[in-house]
């Protein structure tokens, strides 16, 4: 009962909290230095705090040891958490400001399956806020945190675990459903965030690691596997680098990294093999998305690998908060399991207004739909009061070796697609025409498309 009072409180609290407004509008690439120059990792105090000497032993529920072990760091004034070579069992962990939890090589933090192991905490749950099973890691208003090292973060979810709750089941049920309706419902109906309450028995997966309200964050080497869901989620923060991260998960909506409504976010040196978007950018769903009304901002994705997804760089369809200001570069994106290279969705309920996004020198091969989606009749389409908009996409020095078709464009009466650019580029190995409806301003300029070559019969 103590511990959700806690949470009642955040949730007042937090309702009349706003982040300061942004400084930038991105026109082009000549803006990426000012982005870049606002993101910078957190240092960590030369302090190690073993869990080992805290009462954790290798194949033993080290939860208990771990909270000691981040606790004793942070009151410290920081440092980092170590877990050593070998396998480690927990529940969920929550990070503490001046806390750098450092996975070592050969190390794997194996993490339960049992959803009491994660109590409530006040989070966002597909773009809605509301009070659910703690992610696997968890952090919340803390700066100067950290997730690192080169071992193996694994959330051992499968078809008879996490999964099976968003699963169709042999009577053709998905446990899910009802607990995701009735809080999109609660969403709708403005109902407070305190009244929103899951967790047991509701059937909401949590996601691996969310920082919800933190500064200054670092997620950096790790191997993610096995996630329930989402795997990075940073919601409402700002100054988060994730660099060097191997992501290998193919479950029902395993995204790979979801900057949430959140400012000054560095993706850099990853790979991505999914069950899902390998980075989806978003900032809040329908009428709760336009409550918190924050969007997501100054995001840079550069050298990363995508392979399995239905995407390899998104944004939406949770937008309604907006997004602005996304610099996509050196990327390498092939998989015949890979949908579209970049996707920009949305509809007439999420709203949202998503522009400046610039995309160079990626290297794509193979993918299943398209170079570039845009869909705004995604989910429920043009029924809703909250028409999108998407203007000012930039694609320039893309080559691609084989897709159905370089634009896939659905638009609808009253939402805005306009002004896509792009320049220099080589697509080949296409083999449809261009779908495009309800668009606007669309600008070609020394592009080579090449059609597959047709097989001649003897």
Known sequence: MIA???LLLAALTLAGVNLAAPSLLAAGWDDLPAVLARISAPQFPARD???TEFGARPGLDATAALRAAIAACSAAGGGRVVVPAGLWLTGAIHLRSGVNLHV???ATLRFSTDPTAYPLVFTRWEGIECLNHSPLIYAFEQE???VTGTGTLDGQASDDTWWRWVNRSAEGLRPQQAARDALVALGEQGVPVTQRIFGDGHFLRPNFIQTYRCRNVLIEGVTI???PMWEIHPVLSTNVTVRGVKIDSHGPNNDGCNPESSRDVLIEDCVFDTGDDCIAIKSGRNADGRRVGLPSENIVVRRCTMKDGHGGVVIGSEVSGGCRNVFVEDCVMDSPSLDRALRLKSNAQRGGVIENVFMRRVTVGQVAEAILTVDL?????????HPPTVRNIHLDRITSTSSPRVLWIAGFAGATIEDIFIRDCTFRGVT???YVVHAGHIDWRHVTIEPAAIPIRR
Do not use: V
Request: net charge neutral; aromatic share 8%.
């Open 144 to 146: 100067n945190i950290a």
């Open 377 to 385: 009749l995604y989910g429920e389409g043009a029924a809703g009061e």
């Open 225 to 227: 596997i096995r996630s």
């Open 104 to 106: 070592s090589a050969g």
């Open 49 to 51: 705090f073993p869990i």
């Open 4 to 6: 959700l009072r806690r």
């Open 432 to 434: 449809a025409a261009e």
